[in-house]
């Protein structure tokens, strides 16, 4: 748009300038109008946000047309069902997209790829049943991820790997019942995790993912309430307060079942349990010769190794404390002893003092009427 800035004829006929202020206002009118003009029609379009919430909409809006310059694009309570691949290509500034509320059943691969400036992400509330691993690929600057209230049965291995910068997590109201601990092992920086409303089998399946939860706990992270279902003596009961012992039995049917090959459910160790191979008999030698391996592999957490070294030292200290109040109690006995026989000495000498005085009394007495 361009400004007329050359002389303005007045009603006389005379030419007379444009007044500064009115060219400002102008001018003001046309920046807040100019990022405006690519807003698809069904959208509420400002500087930096772009609102489509609400709409509707079976199918996205043309988002290419949006200004570079936005931030935020809101798309929930619509009826998506299918998001194209290129569905995010020109918005590469975008830093909060919205999906939540909709009908999404399948996200392919590398669809947010272009997006990595994003830190915001929220896929609430929609029909996804599984993710594909390489589906955040590309978002190096996710901070906050939400896909709770979907029909989730799994996290697949790879899908949180170039997330180091997520700090808050929710998957909350899925169907989960197991958690692979290497799946979430590269969240170094998770302060907030939210697992609650899932079917958990709290059997040795889930094991490990119990000692790592212990871990972002003993480093100040947050991690809801996550309610057994089964077995039927933990449901109800929050599996951050079954001790570990009551695992222990994982270790003995490890050893039974020869590593977990053949054994019964939530009786093979998570190493096992990631590498599937067609039977064979090379197979059977093969697992007979690795399974010492696995359990070498075994990972103890950071929290059980301190939590022992606590316990010897708590050990050590009682059993000092124990031996120096058995030497106070000792002293005390013997110095008791000692005064007591001192007292009785002592009553013992209490009338042979008092018989010399009184022999002594005459004698004082005859010397003093003498004087």
């Known amino acids: 748009m361009r400004l007329f800035t050359g002389p303005v004829l007045s009603r006389s006929g005379s030419s007379t300038q444009s007044s500064p202020a009115l060219l400002c206002v102008l001018y003001l009118l046309v920046m807040q109008l100019q990022p405006c003009s690519g807003c698809p029609s069904v959208c509420v379009c400002s500087l930096s946000e772009a609102d489509c919430s609400g709409r509707g909409l079976v199918a996205l809006p043309a988002l290419s047309s949006l200004p570079s310059s936005t931030r935020t694009l809101l798309l929930p ?5 299918l998001l ?6 020109n918005l590469s500034s975008l830093e909060r997209l919205d999906l939540s509320n909709n009908y999404l059943d399948n996200l392919p691969a590398g669809l947010f790829a272009e997006l990595a400036n994003l830190s915001d992400l929220s896929l609430r509330n929609n029909s996804l049943t599984a993710l594909d691993r390489d589906l955040l690929q590309g978002l190096g600057s996710l901070r906050r991820l939400d896909v709770s209230l979907n029909g989730l049965a799994a996290v697949p291995l790879g899908l949180l790997d170039q997330q180091q910068g997520l700090t808050w997590l929710s998957l909350a109201g899925n169907r989960l019942q197991a958690l692979e601990r290497a799946a979430f092992e590269p969240l170094v920086n998770l302060q907030h995790l939210e697992l609650g409303s899932n079917p958990w089998e709290c059997d040795c399946n889930l094991r490990d993912f119990k000692h790592w939860m212990e871990w972002l706990i003993y480093r100040g992270g947050y991690v809801d309430a996550m309610e057994c279902t089964l077995p039927k003596d933990l449901r109800g009961r929050d599996i951050r307060s ?3 012992e009551m695992f222990n039995y994982c270790l003995q049917l490890e050893d039974e079942n020869g590593g977990g090959s053949g ?6 160790p998570p190493c096992v349990r990631a590498t599937a191979a067609p039977p064979s008999e090379s197979t059977v030698v093969r697992t007979e010769t690795e399974a010492p391996d696995c359990v070498r ?3 103890r957490p950071v929290s059980v190794r301190r939590a022992i070294g606590t316990v010897v030292i708590a050990g050590v200290v009682c059993g000092i404390v124990c031996i120096m109040m058995v030497a106070a109690a000792a002293y005390g006995c013997i110095y008791a002893s000692l ?5 009785r000495e002592l009553k013992k000498r209490q009338p042979l003092m008092g018989d010399a005085e009184a022999e002594a009394d005459p004698e004082e007495k005859q010397i003093s009427s003498v004087a």
Do not use: E, I
């Not at 309570?77 to 069902?81: A, E, I, K, V």
């Not at 005064?339 to 007292?343: D, P, S, V």
């Open 297 to 299: 592999q075994r990972y």
């Open 84 to 89: 194209p691949t290129a569905a995010f290509t």
């Open 339 to 343: 005064m007591a026989k001192y007292q």
């Open 242 to 244: 079954v001790p570990v």
């Open 263 to 268: 054994g019964t459910k939530g009786g093979s």
């Open 77 to 81: 309570n619509n009826r998506l069902s």
